[in-house]
């Protein structure tokens, strides 16, 4: 089924996985050089949608279990790097560059706000450059090219969060903490990857993969498996290594938050599937004991500890933030039930609560941007003042819940049913029950945002540059809770991909 | 497969989408035009399964096109129109959404295929149709609005957790006739029977239909349990343990019924007695009772939404349907006054009218399968209709003592739509044939046979004879604010007293328990508060180095998991 299409590039087709992530590369060091403000919106918004046209095209290339695999500069792999693309980070390359294109309009509104002007033509050269990190995470085949666009990304992420600090100066001690943090999180992950290679005597994924599965597993590469999902996992914020994330959520620029929410993490979580599944394979025992043993007591503590806080904020930026942790408790359990429907119930919720989370924060945004701040006590009644707004973020809420008719739905349907296939009821109901969490608290913001007076009723509804994106998003949260077809599919070829690993297209790479 | 076809929900739907757009007057005619058009769509749609759609993996039959189903369809449809048609002078942009969605929700669970849709639009009834009483807009109807969808959603949740259990027995998610038996079924079987309002699942009905407006009355009597009345008709037609609830529901609403003073309250109650008849039919089994369930379900809709109309046009007029307060009205609201007689006659079931033409069929069917007991039960049972919704309601609403209440007589739409229902129900009791071409089975008989006019008329008659005297001699005096018509003292004063005294026992032991756990709800959450709170341990923001242990302790145990695990 799977086919090799080995690098002859001639035409420029041929070369759209490497574009994918050159365009915006390319082009974020153009937004300083030409140093104008008016132009830099235009080409980041470009770039962005041309890597986002690549990204569809992509898929409908691999969706139906095809891989293919490009050659930098006509290297080939294991010595050269290779980008290699499949089902699975086809559709991660697509959540990325879907949502990176579609928070750009909102950028134009939102940063005038929030981030101080001479900053504006910087916000856009990082934000491309967080986005190229993002997608070259993604598209790469190199064990250590992932950790050069990692860092290319994280050091982006910080400044973009710093950039907070014109609205609360809390953000610069955010982006500190997430500094360092990340930092440890990237040297844990390269440490492994150093392993690896003294292991395996390769970087590249491929050929570590198929190094492991002939002459099997030894200290050197159990120690690297640690190092690497440690240190990934810390950048998932898997629950005890998530402290970075409130506060970076937070205090980011709105703009930032959505983009940031809805892939960051995503892309992580990628990295870490494509680990685990892929490079090590999950038939070793030490794996199963690393999912069965840390990976599920850690998801399901996420889905309730940090339900919990988010019930009890004050802050609905801050409570959306406490809730993607609990969220990435229910794609690391999908994870953690090791079968194809547990992996494509995963994947489906990283899609899905990727728009759903970014719809949520845009809402937030517009709220901000007009009420000054995210405070439950500030947003009082902006329902009957900011209809449209209000009324998108209702409609996430009800995707963030898993209310049947939105794309939580699925998701989290698909993940009981996985649970189901092995027989573990009790982790079919703890997702149920920390599901009525969630009622919880979007019932609190849907009773602040409608049930009281506003504040001030002469504030006006968000400009249409926020709100066009913001219903972009809510309603593909409805779409896709109607629709399944396109993200099923796809998360269960991804599936499939990972759990075959490289072992079908793995042999035909060295040669 | 054809895919040319919109299923007649989605016409609701659509409309419901649009209508908030439109301008006033014109909504009052979409609305009204609209349950036409479906009803001619369903009158010619093909039978057969008509639509699918994927749904994760699951092939869900949107439009399953049977008589039974169409049916219930068209009589969904005419009730629609007639619920709108009498609501024209309604301005309400909730109302008239609510009302779409709800008559289009309803129809799309009758055209359900499977329990999956059925789960679907069973719940869209439920969300939909609590509107109409919130539509009311006061405190009292708030709360009662958000009692009855608790039971309502409630129901919905019991539903598809038998519908998953069902699929895992079964393999299948086919909506057909069911055996009782397993987890599954029970589930599903309640499922229906709260929304049937089953004995001690009614009260729901008696408290949620009083307290719609006026007009959402009149939609809420139509839809939502006759939709229960389908559902068990599908799924569990020849289940004789239906035939006893069945029974028990015609008998216990009479005595509420003829104690009660709300007239909407009494009609509320009434219905559930009606809704005992189409339960014991489907009991039965036979194709001649689920023939006359279907035609009594017909039947009913019909005058239960006149007589909801015409106590609602009182209602609009005076500002009230107290029994104590009314009186008299047949001076000033002749019209309705008629309507109502006719309603009344054709819930007593009066030769000539509806409800004569398909209760009897129900009658004979459960004598013809020899449960005489049952026979007996509801003959009595009919009895108590006549005497509280017989006589009891245009009785106290229209003659009785004058209440010197002179309101203007009802508004022409009112009239027209409940001419229309009286039209209906004249013409369905003279002229049965139509409605028995309809049923789902062939219908060999006759209603008009010699033996049933004369008991029907003597039941009647002589309901009408009590009545007369005990009014004659004065027992029952008219000031009473709830007026006793039975003849049983003891059910008016010795059993509310009886139930009154342990109720107060379960209510104590009730309340005690309720606040144990209270408080220690209160107690779990204000501990809950303490750790996972804004200030609480677990939502802090801990120091870097916080984070570096946790790396190092994260890192130890996965080294030590995969090295010994």
């Known amino acids: 089924m799977a086919t090799e299409h080995v690098h002859v590039a001639r035409t420029l087709m041929d070369h759209l996985p490497v574009l994918v992530v050159l365009v915006p590369f390319l082009a974020a060091p153009l937004t300083v050089l030409l140093g104008s403000q008016r132009l830099a919106w235009p080409i980041a918004f470009v770039s962005s949608l041309v890597s986002f046209l690549i990204s569809i095209k992509l898929l409908m290339q691999v969706i139906d279990g095809g891989v293919i695999s490009y050659h930098i500069g006509g290297w080939a792999p294991p010595l050269g790097i290779e980008y290699r693309i499949d089902a699975a980070n086809a559709f991660v390359l697509l959540l990325v560059s879907a949502i990176g294109t ?150 980011a620029p709105s703009a930032v938050t959505s983009f940031l929410a809805a892939t960051a993490t995503k892309v992580a979580i990628y990295v870490l599937l494509r680990f685990m599944f892929s490079v090590f394979q999950p038939d070793f025992l030490f794996e199963i004991n ?3 043993w840390i990976m599920i007591p850690l998801a399901l503590v996420a889905m309730f500890a940090a339900s919990l806080i988010a019930v009890f904020q004050s802050d609905l930026k801050r409570m959306l933030a406490y809730s993607s942790i609990a969220q990435i408790g229910y794609i690391l359990l999908g994870i953690g039930l090791l079968s194809a429907t547990g992996l494509s119930g995963a994947i489906v919720h990283l899609f899905n609560h990727g728009i759903t989370k970014a719809a949520l924060f845009m809402g937030v945004g517009a709220l901000v941007l007009r009420s000054g701040s995210s405070f439950y006590a500030r947003i009082e009644g902006m329902g009957k003042v900011m209809p449209w707004t209000s009324f998108a973020i209702v409609i996430a809420g009800l995707s963030l819940i898993g209310v049947p008719g939105t794309a939580g739905f699925i998701s989290k349907w698909v993940l009981v049913q996985a649970a189901l296939e092995q027989g573990w009821w009790p982790i079919a109901l703890a997702v149920v029950a920390s599901s009525l969490l ?47 077809d396109m993200t099923m599919s796809a998360a269960r070829a991804a599936a499939d991909g990972l759990l075959n690993g490289f072992s079908i297209g793995g042999t035909s790479v060295g040669h | 497969m054809m895919v040319d076809i919109i299923p007649t929900a989605f016409l609701f739907f659509l409309a419901a989408m649009v209508a908030p757009f439109v301008p006033v007057v014109l909504r009052s005619v979409l609305l009204v035009a609209l349950p036409i058009l ?164 009614h009260n729901w009905l008696q408290d949620a239909y009083p307290a719609a407006t006026v007009t959402g009355t009149v939609i809420l009597s139509a839809f939502t349990t006759k939709l229960a009345v389908y559902a068990l008709a599908r799924g569990f037609a020849g289940t004789e343990i239906l035939i006893y609830i069945g029974a028990i529901m015609t008998l216990f609403p009479i005595f509420y019924a003829v104690i009660e003073n709300d007239l909407r309250r009494v009609l509320a109650y009434s219905l559930n007695n009606q809704l005992g008849f189409m339960v014991v039919g489907i009991g039965i089994g036979t194709e001649l009772a689920l023939n006359g369930t279907v035609a009594h379900a017909f039947a009913h809709i019909l005058y239960k939404a006149l007589l909801f109309m015409s106590v609602g046009a009182v209602l609009f007029r005076t500002g009230t349907a107290k029994g104590s307060e009314l009186g008299g009205l047949y001076r000033t609201m002749p019209l309705t006054m008629i309507f109502c007689v006719i309603g009344a006659a054709s819930i007593s079931a009066f030769p000539l009218f509806s409800g004569f033409v398909t209760k009897s069929l129900i009658l004979s069917a459960s004598a013809k399968e020899h449960y005489y007991y ?96 005990l009014m004659r001699t004065g027992i029952y005096p008219p000031e009473l604010r709830s007026v006793n018509l039975d003849s049983d003292w003891s059910y008016r004063w010795l059993l509310p007293r009886m139930i009154r005294k342990i109720a107060t026992v379960v209510a104590a032991i009730w309340n005690g328990i309720l606040s144990f756990l209270t408080q220690r709800l209160k107690n779990i959450i204000a501990g809950l508060y303490h750790s996972h709170g804004p200030e609480g341990r677990m939502a802090s923001t801990w120091p870097t180095g916080a984070m570096v242990i946790w790396i190092s302790v994260l890192l130890g145990t996965t080294l030590i998991v995969s090295f010994f695990g």
């Open chain 1, 102 to 251: 579609i928070v750009m309009p909102y950028t134009v509104q939102s940063i005038k706000s929030e981030i101080s002007e001479r900053h504006h033509t910087l916000f856009y050269t990082m934000y491309l450059l967080c986005f190229t990190g993002l997608l070259g995470v993604v598209a790469t085949g190199d064990a250590f090219n992932v950790f050069v666009f990692l860092e290319i990304s994280s050091l982006s992420t910080y400044v973009l969060v710093a950039m907070g600090a014109k609205a609360d100066k809390r953000a610069l001690t955010a982006a500190y903490d997430y500094l360092i943090m990340g930092t440890i999180g990237a040297t844990f992950f390269v440490i492994g990857i150093g392993f690896l290679y003294a292991g395996t005597g390769t970087l590249n994924m491929a050929d570590i993969a198929a190094h492991i599965s002939t002459n099997g597993a030894d200290r050197t590469i159990e120690t690297a498996f640690a190092f690497i999902v440690v240190g990934m996992g810390l950048k998932v914020a898997i629950y005890p290594l998530h402290l970075w994330l409130p506060n970076a959520y937070t205090y």
């Open chain 1, 290 to 292: 690393a999912l069965r």
């Open chain 1, 438 to 484: 969630a009622i919880i608290y979007v019932w609190r913001v849907i009773e602040v945002l409608y049930m009281a007076q506003p504040a001030d009723p002469t504030r006006r509804e968000a400009p249409l540059s926020m709100l066009i994106p913001l219903w972009i998003m809510a309603l593909s949260t409805i779409w896709f809770g109607l629709d399944t």
């Open chain 2, 38 to 201: 479906a009803g001619f769509q369903i009158w010619y749609l093909p039978e057969g399964m008509l639509l699918q759609v994927g749904f994760f993996g699951f092939e869900l039959e949107l439009m399953r096109v049977d008589p039974m189903a169409r049916i219930f369809g068209l009589v969904f449809s005419l009730a629609a129109f007639l619920g709108n048609l009498y609501a024209w002078h309604v301005r309400d942009t909730v109302q008239q959404v609510a009302a779409l969605l709800y008559a289009g929700s309803a129809i799309g669970a009758v055209f359900a295929g499977d329990l999956i849709t059925l789960f679907f639009y069973w719940e869209g009834t439920a969300i939909a149709s609590v509107f109409l009483i919130w539509a009311r807009r006061t405190e009292g109807a708030y709360h009662t609005g958000i009692r009855y969808l608790v039971v309502q959603i409630g129901s919905g949740v019991i539903l598809i957790a038998g519908a998953a259990l069902f699929y895992r027995e079964t393999g299948s998610i086919a909506f057909e006739n069911m055996t009782l038996g397993s987890l599954a079924t029970w589930l599903i079987f309640l499922s229906f029977g709260i929304k049937c309002a089953f004995p001690l699942m």
């Open chain 2, 374 to 469: 049952i026979w007996a039960i509801l003959l009595f049972a009919s009895a108590g209709v006549f005497h509280h919704s017989g006589i009891k309601i245009p009785y106290f609403a229209f003659f009785a003592h004058d209440s010197g209440l002179r309101p203007k007589e009802a508004p022409p739409h009112m009239l027209i739509a409940m001419g229309i229902a009286s039209f209906f129900c004249i013409a369905v009791g003279v002229y049965p044939q139509p409605l028995y071409a309809l049923l789902p089975y062939e219908v060999e008989y006759i209603s008009y046979t010699t033996t049933h006019v004369i008991t029907q008329m003597q039941l009647l008659m002589f309901s009408a004879l009590a009545f007369t005297v």
